[in-house]
């Protein structure tokens, strides 16, 4: 067997399912079966086919493709559902990370008013090393956060 024909047959079900879900939604299924309908009709018309078994026969295909279309239909509907509480959860998660940013923020604060007021009391040198101590610890406190955020992004791409 060559490469493509063992790629054809390690094919799973659902790579199927996808592909005749996204061939019945496209202009050349619309065609043939516009095409398959006409030939009916005209093979009526031209007295080849009895109305009655013609009727009986596209009657009896339309209703097992319809069946089909609706199985097809839930299929996509479920998965489409499994794939929206994945993100459902990833958003649950990125807000839980937000959550714990905005602590880090409010402490962060805190901690800026608290250090305002001994400021107060310091002199001028004094006073430009705390600003650059600050500077540091909030920038790096920051700095962790949005790497955390860009990890949880990045997850969310890959799923």
Not at 11 to 26: A, C, E, F, L, Y
Not at 32 to 50: K, M, P, Q
Not at 100 to 128: H, P, Y
């Amino acid at each position: 067997m060559t490469a493509d024909m063992n790629a054809r047959h390690a094919q799973s079900p659902r790579d199927i399912v996808d592909r005749i879900i996204t061939w019945v939604g496209s202009i050349p299924s619309l065609m043939l079966h516009t095409f398959i309908f006409v030939v009916f009709f005209a093979l009526s018309f031209a007295g080849f086919l009895s109305w009655d078994l013609m009727f009986l026969i596209l009657t009896t295909v339309v209703s097992l493709e319809a069946i089909y279309l609706a199985i097809f239909i839930q299929m996509t509907v479920n998965r489409q559902a499994k794939s929206l509480r994945e993100v459902e959860a990833d958003v649950d998660e990125i807000q839980e990370d937000i959550d714990e940013i905005q602590e880090d923020i409010d402490e962060i604060q805190e901690d800026v008013e608290k250090m305002s007021e001994d400021i107060g009391e310091m002199t001028d040198d004094e006073r430009e090393a705390e600003r650059k101590k600050r500077q540091m610890v909030t920038l790096e406190a920051l700095t962790a956060d949005v790497k955390r955020l860009l990890a949880d992004l990045e997850e969310l791409k890959k799923s």
